[in-house]
């Protein structure tokens, strides 16, 4: 008895220590991209520290743009929900990865929505393979939440399937404590 019950925790014990190592390190998807995060700071996009911004227990991939109108109304209930969030205790995090034509929309995106979240560098979002593989495929925006694993949480398809996602992620967040 004790035998099968080991070999059957044996995966699940593992499995957490994973989790474990990866919340410690942080995100498994987003940090290999850290030295290519920017944030707005006085009007311009500078580097971004990202250590903090790592260790969430959740981050919210955020595929928009500027030019998009249903991006354009969705940003403001997302920016909502980022600030709403202790400051000191972050549940979650967005990280933008535009797609927008030029560096300069996505400049312009970012202001004008108030982001205070980073993004990846406009001239790194092509050759992020790894981060585009969550993306929806059904047009922005498309929100895709994952753990510190990279496992796919929630995902959405359009605006109206992206606020669906923002309150699932809050039921999520009550349910996990997070």
Request: overall charge positive.
């Amino acid at each position: 008895m004790k035998k099968q019950f080991l070999l059957l925790a044996l995966p699940l014990l593992l499995s957490n220590q994973q989790s474990f190592q990866a919340a410690e390190s942080g995100n498994v998807v987003v940090a290999p991209h850290d030295r290519d995060l920017v944030v707005l700071q006085d009007d311009k996009l500078v580097s971004y520290q990202a250590a903090q911004f790592l260790k969430v227990p959740y981050i919210i991939l955020y595929y928009g743009a500027g030019w998009c109108p249903d991006c354009r109304r969705f940003s403001p209930t997302l920016v909502q929900a980022y600030n709403q969030q202790p400051k000191d205790r972050k549940r979650f995090e967005v990280l933008l990865i535009s797609r927008d034509k030029t560096a300069d929309g996505m400049l312009k995106f970012m202001k004008t929505e108030k982001m205070s979240w980073p993004a990846l560098a406009f001239e790194k979002v092509e050759s992020a393979q790894d981060l585009n593989k969550y993306y929806s495929g059904h047009g922005i925006p498309c929100l895709s939440v994952i753990n510190p694993n990279g496992k796919l949480l929630l995902q959405s398809k359009n605006d109206q399937d992206a606020t669906e996602i923002l309150s699932d992620l809050q039921k999520l967040l009550k349910q996990t404590g997070a």
